[in-house]
């Protein structure tokens, strides 16, 4: 399947495919790499924002889940 890129106003749009099944006003940060690659990246909501005072690591220590205190994969560590 090709798409073309259309001018509207001053941006130009891309048609995303009905097959791909996304709902109206999903939210993506564009990006664009060295290669000319451009890659929409869903935006995730923060789960915690709602709740700031949630200590997570309390709750951790609570239900006695181990940590072996280092990263497994993507990880923020603070």
């Known amino acids: 399947m ?3 890129t259309r001018k ?3 941006s130009l749009i891309i ?3 009905a097959e791909f099944k996304i709902g109206e006003n999903v939210e993506f940060n564009p ?3 060295d290669n000319g ?3 929409f990246v869903p935006v995730h909501k923060n789960l915690f924002a709602q709740h700031p005072e949630y200590d997570l690591k309390n709750a951790i220590k609570k239900i ?3 940590d ?3 990263a497994v ?4 560590i603070l």
Do not use: A, H, R
């Not at 994969?73 to 923020?76: A, H, S």
């Open 15 to 17: 048609t995303v495919p």
């Open 73 to 76: 994969g993507k990880e923020n």
């Open 68 to 70: 072996n205190g280092s």
């Open 31 to 33: 990006m664009l790499d």
């Open 37 to 39: 690659v451009i890659s």
């Open 2 to 4: 090709t798409i073309k």
């Open 8 to 10: 509207q106003g001053n």
């Open 64 to 66: 006695n889940i181990g």
